[in-house]
Protein backbone atom coordinates (compact mmCIF):
# COMPACT_ATOMS: atom_id res chain seq x y z
CA UNK A 1 0.00 0.00 0.00
CA UNK A 2 1.27 3.41 -1.11
CA UNK A 3 0.04 6.11 1.09
CA UNK A 4 0.47 10.09 -0.25
CA UNK A 5 -0.47 12.74 2.47
CA UNK A 6 -1.12 16.39 1.72
CA UNK A 7 -2.94 19.68 3.03
CA UNK A 8 -0.19 20.56 5.41
CA UNK A 9 0.86 24.61 5.17
CA UNK A 10 0.98 27.30 7.43
CA UNK A 11 -1.72 28.32 9.58
CA UNK A 12 -2.35 31.02 12.16
CA UNK A 13 -2.72 30.09 15.45
CA UNK A 14 -6.75 29.16 16.07
CA UNK A 15 -6.89 28.37 12.35
CA UNK A 16 -7.80 24.60 10.96
CA UNK A 17 -6.49 23.04 8.33
CA UNK A 18 -7.27 19.48 6.54
CA UNK A 19 -4.81 16.73 6.23
CA UNK A 20 -5.97 13.95 3.35
CA UNK A 21 -4.23 10.83 3.08
CA UNK A 22 -5.13 8.95 -0.45
CA UNK A 23 -3.90 5.38 -0.68
CA UNK A 24 -2.95 3.40 -3.80
CA UNK A 25 -1.92 -0.27 -4.41
CA UNK A 26 -4.15 -2.21 -1.45
CA UNK A 27 -7.63 -2.88 -0.42
CA UNK A 28 -7.64 0.88 2.00
CA UNK A 29 -10.58 -0.81 3.77
CA UNK A 30 -9.11 -4.01 5.61
CA UNK A 31 -6.55 -1.41 7.60
CA UNK A 32 -6.90 0.58 10.35
CA UNK A 33 -5.55 3.92 10.24
CA UNK A 34 -3.54 6.46 12.07
CA UNK A 35 -1.94 9.80 11.96
CA UNK A 36 1.41 10.52 13.69
CA UNK A 37 3.21 14.03 14.04
CA UNK A 38 6.75 14.79 14.72
CA UNK A 39 8.33 18.24 15.71
CA UNK A 40 11.64 19.29 15.28
CA UNK A 41 13.60 17.54 17.86
CA UNK A 42 11.29 15.11 18.87
CA UNK A 43 9.94 11.44 18.61
CA UNK A 44 7.37 11.10 16.41
CA UNK A 45 4.06 10.75 18.15
CA UNK A 46 0.51 8.76 17.53
CA UNK A 47 -2.05 11.72 17.25
CA UNK A 48 -5.05 9.73 15.87
CA UNK A 49 -6.71 6.42 14.73
CA UNK A 50 -9.70 4.85 13.26
CA UNK A 51 -11.10 1.92 12.75
CA UNK A 52 -11.41 -0.24 9.50
CA UNK A 53 -14.84 0.86 9.31
CA UNK A 54 -14.58 3.79 10.85
CA UNK A 55 -17.01 3.48 13.63
CA UNK A 56 -14.07 3.59 16.51
CA UNK A 57 -11.61 6.26 16.65
CA UNK A 58 -8.57 7.44 19.28
CA UNK A 59 -7.11 10.80 19.72
CA UNK A 60 -4.03 11.19 22.06
CA UNK A 61 -5.22 13.51 25.11
CA UNK A 62 -3.61 17.02 23.38
CA UNK A 63 -5.82 16.83 20.67
CA UNK A 64 -9.48 15.63 22.18
CA UNK A 65 -12.35 18.10 21.02
CA UNK A 66 -9.82 19.38 18.40
CA UNK A 67 -8.98 17.46 16.00
CA UNK A 68 -11.54 14.84 14.03
CA UNK A 69 -10.13 11.63 12.15
CA UNK A 70 -12.20 9.94 9.24
CA UNK A 71 -12.20 7.97 6.35
CA UNK A 72 -13.49 7.52 3.09
CA UNK A 73 -13.53 3.79 2.06
CA UNK A 74 -15.09 4.65 -1.57
CA UNK A 75 -12.44 7.04 -1.98
CA UNK A 76 -9.18 5.45 -0.79
CA UNK A 77 -8.71 8.37 1.90
CA UNK A 78 -8.28 9.21 5.04
CA UNK A 79 -8.50 12.66 6.62
CA UNK A 80 -7.68 14.63 9.53
CA UNK A 81 -9.61 18.10 10.22
CA UNK A 82 -7.90 20.46 12.69
CA UNK A 83 -9.22 23.19 14.24
CA UNK A 84 -8.17 25.69 17.12
CA UNK A 85 -4.67 24.68 16.14
CA UNK A 86 -1.83 25.67 18.40
CA UNK A 87 1.61 26.42 17.69
CA UNK A 88 2.56 23.02 19.82
CA UNK A 89 0.75 21.41 16.89
CA UNK A 90 3.21 22.47 14.25
CA UNK A 91 4.99 18.92 13.22
CA UNK A 92 5.61 16.63 10.14
CA UNK A 93 1.87 15.14 10.02
CA UNK A 94 2.18 11.09 8.95
CA UNK A 95 0.05 8.73 7.87
CA UNK A 96 -0.24 4.96 8.34
CA UNK A 97 -1.75 2.08 7.78
CA UNK A 98 -1.54 -0.87 10.58
CA UNK A 99 -0.53 -3.92 9.89
CA UNK A 100 -3.01 -5.51 12.88
CA UNK A 101 -6.24 -5.52 12.06
CA UNK A 102 -7.66 -3.46 15.36
CA UNK A 103 -7.02 0.29 16.01
CA UNK A 104 -3.82 0.86 17.76
CA UNK A 105 -2.10 3.64 19.20
CA UNK A 106 1.51 1.36 18.71
CA UNK A 107 3.62 3.08 16.08
CA UNK A 108 5.64 -0.11 15.38
CA UNK A 109 1.79 -1.69 14.86
CA UNK A 110 1.77 0.64 11.16
CA UNK A 111 3.09 -1.09 8.22
CA UNK A 112 3.13 1.25 5.62
CA UNK A 113 3.44 5.01 6.11
CA UNK A 114 2.94 8.03 3.90
CA UNK A 115 6.00 10.73 3.14
CA UNK A 116 4.41 13.34 5.72
CA UNK A 117 2.82 17.07 5.35
CA UNK A 118 4.41 19.50 7.32
CA UNK A 119 2.39 22.01 9.50
CA UNK A 120 3.31 25.38 10.89
CA UNK A 121 1.45 27.07 13.08
CA UNK A 122 2.10 30.73 13.61
CA UNK A 123 1.65 32.46 17.37
Known amino acids: VQLQASGGGLVQAGGSLRLSCVAS????????MGWFRQAPGREREFVSG????????YYVDSVKGRFTISRDNAKNTLFLQMNSLKPEDSAVYFC?????????????????WGQGTLVTVSS
Open 25 to 32: GGIFSIYA
Open 96 to 112: AAAGVPFTTVVETNYRY
Open 50 to 57: ISRSGGNT
